[in-house]
């Protein structure tokens, strides 16, 4: 499959033109591999907007789609809703919908999420659940809490998929699909327009086809020039850390990371296993419910009041952890995670990256986490390990990639490169570097 790179060089040589580009991306988002992708579908927009779009620009009238907690001019923003539905229409585009238009790109819906953006499975009980587009045999969870952005970038439907992520939710369903998500560090891209989650934790970022559209994506968001240059592996020291990201990793996980490290090391990468004591620590830094919980409360306090009871019970159930939060616990959580990042990036100094799988497992079956309390004790084992890896570098206040490293036929396993806060430009370098040597494998 083609990523934006390689459409766009191919609309300017005219081998193909934007009208067309778009209408094959209509077509597979009207497709049964997008059942449950789209919660609004803007088609007849689009082909409105792909006319006036400029081929020399950089997003050359080629389609992205767009998560549905980020405003929409005239639409209103539900977020994976049904309590929000009939909320007043938003005033004026999210600043990052906003500045993908304005690069040239097309947008043709609001993808389905999880609802309120609080879990990285993927279910959501209001719109139903889009199929992982990894095994056409047994319909497995798209990962969250981006789900629709994912299968919309994965099945051919959008180049880009706007999203959040918060613990993950750009990088766990990249990962389990077999595409790129970027989590920048959060403060570079701006949250304007998007519905919160965690305002210390939210990162609005993207997933693409490759890591060169990853990088094209982040410079139209965040407004600036991405300097990754094109130093061998060798040239770049890289950590891999032993302990919690290589804990109970299912098989097929352990094999294909396993793989990329001996690939890796062939390639001239000079990659060092180290501990990390300090991740010991997050379990008691987080034992009064984190910022997501204390976050998400604020702001859903009053409507949940209102509208309870036509939430997911399984959101309310992490949402209700931030109500006994106090003052001061809060205010210890700020010093404590202030403290925390202090001494992880000292640990972490030495090296241009670490390495780790994105998620310790591949793709359940929908089944097994489907709505329903007979599955909540499945669902919420299977959040906990979701969301394991990727938080900690949320937690860090850091930047991060999953690209993918499985064999074809096998269930897509994403390999995470990541580091501390404005190390972005050098974890995308490596991640070049990494991602051709792993199709060169």
């Known amino acids: 499959m083609n990523d934006l790179h390689a459409a766009r060089l191919a609309l300017l040589a005219g081998g193909r033109d934007a009208r067309t580009e778009l209408e094959h991306a209509i077509g597979i988002a009207q497709s049964p591999a997008c059942t449950h992708v789209f919660t609004r579908t803007m088609f007849d927009e689009a082909r409105q907007a792909v006319a006036g779009a400029a081929p020399e620009s950089r997003l050359s009238g080629l389609a992205f789609t767009a998560k549905d907690l980020f405003d929409v001019a005239g639409q209103p923003t539900p977020a994976g809703s049904v309590v929000l539905s009939h909320a007043p229409a938003a005033r004026a585009d999210a600043l990052a919908v906003a500045r993908l238009r304005a690069a040239g790109g097309v947008l043709t819906g609001r993808t389905n999420m999880t609802e309120f953006a609080f879990s990285g499975v993927g279910v959501n009980p209001h719109h139903g659940t889009p199929a992982n587009v990894s095994?056409?045999?047994?319909?497995?969870?798209?990962?969250?809490?981006?789900?629709?952005?994912?299968?919309?970038?994965?099945?051919?439907?959008?180049?880009?998929?706007?999203?959040?992520?918060?613990?993950?939710?750009?990088?766990?369903?990249?990962?389990?699909?077999?595409?790129?998500g970027f989590k920048n560090t959060a403060r570079l891209t701006p949250a304007d327009g998007a519905l919160p989650l965690s305002t210390t934790l939210d990162t609005v970022c993207a997933m693409t086809r490759s890591v060169r559209d990853a990088i094209t994506a982040h410079e139209i968001l965040a407004a600036r020039r991405v300097t990754a240059g094109n130093a061998p592996l060798a040239a770049y020291r890289i950590a891999v850390v032993k302990n919690v990201f290589l804990d109970d990793l299912e098989p097929a996980v352990a094999t294909a990371f396993e793989r990329s490290l001996k690939a890796l090391r062939a390639a001239g990468a000079r990659i060092q296993e180290i501990a990390l004591p300090e991740l010991a620590e997050l379990a008691t830094i987080n034992a009064t419910g984190g910022f997501s919980a204390a976050e998400s409360h604020a702001w859903h306090r009053l409507l949940l009041e209102r509208s309870g009871a036509g939430y997911d019970p399984r959101v309310v159930q992490r949402i209700l952890r931030g109500a006994g939060m106090k003052a001061h616990e809060y205010i210890d959580l700020i010093h404590a995670r202030r403290d925390w990042i202090a001494r992880v990036e000292t640990a972490l100094a030495p090296f241009d990256a670490v390495l780790s799988p994105t998620v310790p497992i591949t793709a359940p079956p929908i089944a097994s986490v489907a709505p329903g309390a007979e599955r909540d004790d499945e669902f919420f084992r299977v959040n906990g390990l979701l969301l394991r890896n990727p938080s900690i570098v949320n937690m860090l206040d850091g930047c991060a990639i999953s690209l993918p490293c499985h064999a074809p036929g096998e269930l897509p396993v994403g390999l995470m490169l990541w580091h501390a806060a404005l190390h972005d430009d050098a974890v995308l370098a490596v991640a070049l570097q990494t991602e051709r040597t792993l199709q060169n494998q």
Do not use: C, Q, Y
């Open 135 to 180: 095994d056409a045999a047994t319909p497995r969870i798209p990962g969250g809490s981006s789900s629709g952005a994912a299968i919309s970038v994965a099945s051919g439907a959008a180049f880009i998929g706007l999203g959040s992520d918060t613990g993950g939710s750009i990088r766990i369903p990249a990962a389990l699909n077999g595409i790129v």
